[in-house]
């Protein structure tokens, strides 16, 4: 994503919670048990890449708190749903939760 001028793309900082952490620590350990870490991380990965680059081209809004200047997302790369919320001005991510698809 470029802000329309000459120069590098617009990076965004994304930030997780201690919870968050926890959470993708658990899922990779499941993943692992089950043999599916390589697609795992593949998945997240390319999660934290989109939050990175192009927060607000991944997924889909779910709510608007312009009186927090946040928007609310629900993007998913298989086997991964997250849940995070986008500062367009202050140029950041906020997750709030990642969690595997149902089957």
């Known amino acids: 994503m470029s802000d329309g001028k000459n120069g590098p793309p ?3 900082r994304v930030d997780e919670s201690l919870k968050v952490r926890q959470e993708i620590k ?5 993943a692992k048990q089950a043999g ?4 795992f991380s593949a ?3 390319l999660i934290f890449w989109r939050l990175e680059t192009d927060p607000l081209g ?5 709510h ?3 009186h927090l200047s946040l928007v609310i997302r ?3 790369v298989q086997p991964l749903v997250v849940h995070y919320g986008v500062h367009v001005e202050k140029q950041f ?3 709030q939760n990642i969690v595997l698809m149902s089957s």
């Not at 658990?26 to 499941?30: F, G, M, P, Q």
């Not at 599916?36 to 697609?39: D, E, Q």
Request: net charge positive; proline share 7%.
């Open 10 to 12: 617009i990076r965004y």
């Open 43 to 45: 998945a997240l990965r």
């Open 26 to 30: 658990a899922l990779a350990t499941r």
């Open 58 to 62: 991944f997924g889909e809004p779910t």
């Open 93 to 95: 991510v906020i997750l």
């Open 74 to 76: 629900t993007g998913a």
């Open 36 to 39: 599916k870490l390589p697609r």
């Open 64 to 66: 608007d708190l312009s």
